[in-house]
């Protein structure tokens, strides 16, 4: 889950009647803080995306520079806000620039918005400042540029390694670009690189998914994370299934997917942590071994604090939850206004957080302290343990590769 599947409006006609500074009661708790950056623009729309992204060549000559302008306004508000309130957040520990496409901006655009981050919040000691990036976007100056613009983690659209899959979902790039970028940014010094993978693309075979994951470890990435494809109403790719035109996959063939992924993977040394991503164990100096996790989205598995920037992003903050306008002409008037460019948000109730608890944790190969449940819900979770579906160790529970498949079941049967 990320910041961006929590609730979803059309913000265009909306009247802001929520100022989430206003709505805190007081200070932060002591919890980790990451900012995340909208960056709304892609050189196409792929035919599954529902994301709020818009093709760069629609958006008129001057768009990065007016949405710049919007994000740093933003980012001033923000800070300024808060310090008027009294509230003080942690320094950022992680940075994510997500889109749409981040590496549509220059280095030195993203580095901008990166040192301006470090002036009003700071970056804690070892932030993971992350950029997703599209391989058609890079090219060795690019990365170098982002290096040098403080950027120390590249997560990398691949999708697939077949051809055929690859023009099904709209993806411009060759088969073989994003291994090629991955090894490029190696060779530059990235330390830190992670692929996106996609299964249950209709058509797309056994086989055929399988040499996409075994592609991918080609490249010796740190982290992958492996989607089941989800064909979202609005879509051209909804469309197209709709018409008859292509198969839509069935769950015994994204559930073989995922077996495979887990097989391949773990194989390889890669460590599931959370249902859909892998990460490469790695030993520190003090010989402890940690994992190359994607330590921003973990931030929001574990309901820390986080900060969105740009149109449609979503924040958190205590237990305030709220997100941004999406059309960036109404989110670049209301920077430029001086307001914060809010649609509307929520304050999380008790019911809502537990809910919200359950669901991320049993994600997470952490698992869920079992005292975090009501003494019905234990007693149900004795039931996903006899059903073999987990384990309850230590005062945890933890899903079992079986257990991950049936997620959604288990976290229903569980809160019920």
Same mark, same amino acid.
């Given at each position: 889950?990320?910041?961006?599947?929590?609730?979803?409006?059309?913000?265009?006609?909306?009247?802001?009647?929520?100022?989430?500074?206003?709505?805190?009661?007081?200070?932060?708790?002591?919890?980790?803080?990451?900012?995340?950056?909208?960056?709304?623009?892609?050189?196409?729309?792929?035919?599954?995306?529902?994301?709020n992204t818009?093709?760069?060549?629609?958006?008129?000559?001057?768009?990065?520079?007016?949405?710049?302008?919007?994000?740093?306004?933003?980012?001033?508000?923000?800070?300024?806000?808060?310090?008027?309130?009294?509230?003080?957040?942690?320094?950022?520990?992680?940075?994510?620039?997500?889109?749409?496409?981040?590496?549509?901006?220059t280095p030195?655009?993203?580095?901008?918005?990166?040192?301006h981050l470090?002036?009003?919040?700071?970056?804690?000691?070892?932030?993971?400042?992350?950029?997703?990036?599209?391989?058609?976007?890079?090219?060795?100056?690019?990365?170098?540029?982002?290096?040098?613009?403080?950027?120390?983690?590249?997560?990398?659209?691949?999708?697939?390694?077949?051809?055929?899959?690859?023009?099904?979902?709209?993806?411009?790039?060759?088969?073989?670009?994003?291994?090629?970028?991955?090894?490029?940014?190696?060779?530059?010094?990235?330390?830190?690189?992670?692929?996106?993978?996609?299964?249950?693309?209709?058509?797309?075979?056994?086989?055929?998914?399988?040499?996409?994951?075994?592609?991918?470890?080609?490249?010796?990435?740190?982290?992958?994370?492996?989607?089941?494809?989800?064909?979202?109403?609005?879509?051209?790719?909804?469309?197209?299934?709709?018409? =008859?035109?292509? *198969?839509?996959? &069935?769950?015994?063939? +994204?559930?073989?997917?995922?077996?495979?992924? /887990? %097989?391949? $993977?773990? @194989?390889?040394?890669?460590?599931?942590?959370?249902?859909?991503?892998?990460?490469?164990?790695?030993?520190?100096?003090?010989?402890?071994?940690?994992?190359?996790?994607?330590?921003?989205?973990?931030?929001?598995?574990?309901?820390?604090?986080?900060?969105?920037?740009?149109?449609?992003?979503?924040?958190?903050?205590?237990?305030?939850?709220?997100?941004?306008?999406?059309?960036?002409?109404?989110?670049?008037?209301?920077?430029?206004? =001086?307001?914060? *460019?809010?649609? &509307?948000?929520?304050? +999380?109730?008790?019911?809502?957080?537990?809910? /919200? %608890?359950? $669901?991320? @944790?049993?994600?997470?190969?952490?698992?869920?302290?079992?005292?975090?449940?009501?003494?019905?819900?234990?007693?149900?979770?004795?039931?996903?343990?006899?059903?073999?579906?987990?384990?309850?160790?230590?005062?945890?529970?933890?899903?079992?590769?079986?257990?991950?498949?049936?997620?959604?079941?288990?976290?229903?049967?569980?809160?019920?």
């Amino acid at each position: 889950m990320t910041a961006g599947e929590v609730h979803e409006r059309n913000l265009r006609t909306s009247t802001v009647t929520f100022h989430p500074l206003d709505e805190l009661d007081g200070p932060l708790e002591p919890r980790r803080f990451g900012v995340y950056v909208h960056v709304p623009f892609c050189a196409a729309r792929c035919g599954y995306c529902d994301f709020n992204t818009y093709v760069l060549a629609s958006q008129g000559p001057d768009a990065v520079s007016r949405y710049l302008a919007a994000a740093h306004r933003e980012i001033d508000a923000a800070a300024t806000g808060m310090a008027t309130r009294g509230v003080v957040p942690p320094a950022a520990s992680t940075v994510f620039f997500g889109g749409g496409t981040p590496t549509m901006l220059t280095p030195v655009q993203l580095g901008g918005l990166v040192d301006h981050l470090q002036r009003v919040w700071g970056l804690a000691p070892g932030a993971e400042v992350t950029t997703e990036a599209n391989p058609e976007t890079l090219s060795e100056p690019v990365l170098t540029g982002l290096l040098e613009a403080g950027i120390n983690r590249l997560s990398m659209g691949m999708q697939s390694a077949d051809r055929g899959v690859l023009a099904l979902l709209d993806r411009v790039h060759t088969p073989g670009r994003a291994v090629e970028m991955a090894r490029l940014a190696r060779q530059c010094g990235f330390e830190d690189i992670s692929l996106d993978l996609i299964f249950g693309t209709p058509g797309e075979s056994l086989d055929s998914w399988r040499r996409s994951l075994e592609t991918a470890l080609g490249a010796d990435p740190d982290h992958i994370s492996a989607y089941s494809l989800i064909v979202e109403e609005g879509t051209r790719l909804a469309a197209r299934i709709r018409r =008859g035109e292509v *198969p839509m996959t &069935d769950e015994d063939d +994204l559930a073989d997917k995922y077996l495979a992924a /887990e %097989e391949i $993977l773990g @194989r390889a040394g890669l460590v599931n942590y959370e249902v859909s991503n892998w990460a490469r164990p790695s030993a520190g100096d003090d010989g402890v071994v940690d994992l190359h996790r994607a330590e921003h989205n973990m931030g929001y598995w574990r309901n820390d604090d986080w900060w969105g920037i740009g149109p449609g992003a979503h924040s958190h903050l205590a237990e305030l939850r709220w997100w941004n306008v999406k059309a960036p002409r109404h989110y670049e008037e209301m920077a430029e206004s =001086g307001v914060l *460019p809010v649609d &509307d948000g929520e304050r +999380l109730g008790p019911v809502e957080h537990h809910e /919200e %608890e359950v $669901l991320l @944790r049993l994600r997470l190969a952490d698992g869920l302290p079992l005292d975090e449940l009501s003494e019905k819900e234990q007693g149900r979770a004795a039931k996903v343990v006899a059903e073999g579906l987990g384990q309850a160790t230590g005062g945890v529970l933890r899903l079992n590769l079986r257990g991950r498949l049936l997620a959604d079941r288990v976290i229903t049967e569980l809160l019920m």
